[in-house]
């Protein structure tokens, strides 16, 4: 199996307020997340929460699992290791798509998990116009680093020392450069008129 991580227990000060409560079309970012994950093959799809009970709520009703990170002050690998906890080796790997990009499609998680799966690649990494963007594909194998706790960087660190034996590739999906982190994004969304995928 390949699990889906969604990590939404960051503070948002950039936003405002809690991203993973905005609204895309009818949904919510943390039920575009999770519905492109799941649908796009993986499975479980867990989602790393605050400990705040509306956000927690908004990702219970996507159907994910949810796990409370009470202290995320180190930023986004602290879920990340929360989840890698909860899955230990019952997972080939994981795809780990934060919260704010909320429009990748699921055929593009669906294509990454079928790399994933034919090949021995480490990481998978989508490009679009050839630019790397979101989400990547962890092997179990990276496992030991991302639970390092003397890792600097996070996961990007990760992605860095292996980036030679990544498999990158190219997508018809604009949404995996899509991150919406302010205010000023988040209205240029709005006003492009873009939907849930």
């Not at 219970?60 to 202290?71: F, I, K, P, Q, Y």
């Not at 490009?127 to 600097?152: A, I, N, V, W």
């Not at 190219?170 to 995928?197: K, N, Q, S, W």
Request: aromatic share 4%; hydrophobic share 45%.
């Amino acid at each position: 199996m390949i699990a889906g991580v969604v990590p939404c227990a960051g503070s948002s000060s950039r936003m405002g307020k809690a991203k993973a409560l905005l609204s895309i079309g009818d949904s919510t970012f943390v039920q575009a997340v999770v519905d492109a994950l799941s649908d796009g093959g993986c499975e479980p799809v867990l989602a790393i929460v605050p400990d705040d009970r509306v956000v927690a709520e908004a990702a219970r009703v996507t159907g994910a699992r949810v796990l409370t990170n009470a202290d995320p002050g180190e930023g986004p690998i602290t879920s990340m290791r929360l989840a890698l906890r909860e899955l230990g080796d019952s997972v080939e790997g994981v795809i780990y798509m934060a919260v704010d990009h909320p429009c990748v499609r699921a055929e593009t998680i669906a294509t990454i998990v079928d790399v994933a799966r034919s090949t021995d690649a480490p990481l998978v990494i989508p490009t679009y116009e050839g630019e790397r963007g979101h989400p990547s594909f962890f092997q179990q194998s990276l496992f030991l680093e991302l639970m390092d706790p003397t890792l600097g960087g996070g996961a990007r660190t990760v992605v860095h020392r292996h980036l030679a034996l990544a498999e990158l590739v190219a997508v018809p999906d604009p949404g995996i450069r899509l991150d919406i982190d302010t205010p000023a994004e988040y209205e240029a969304m709005l006003a492009a008129g873009i939907d849930a995928p």
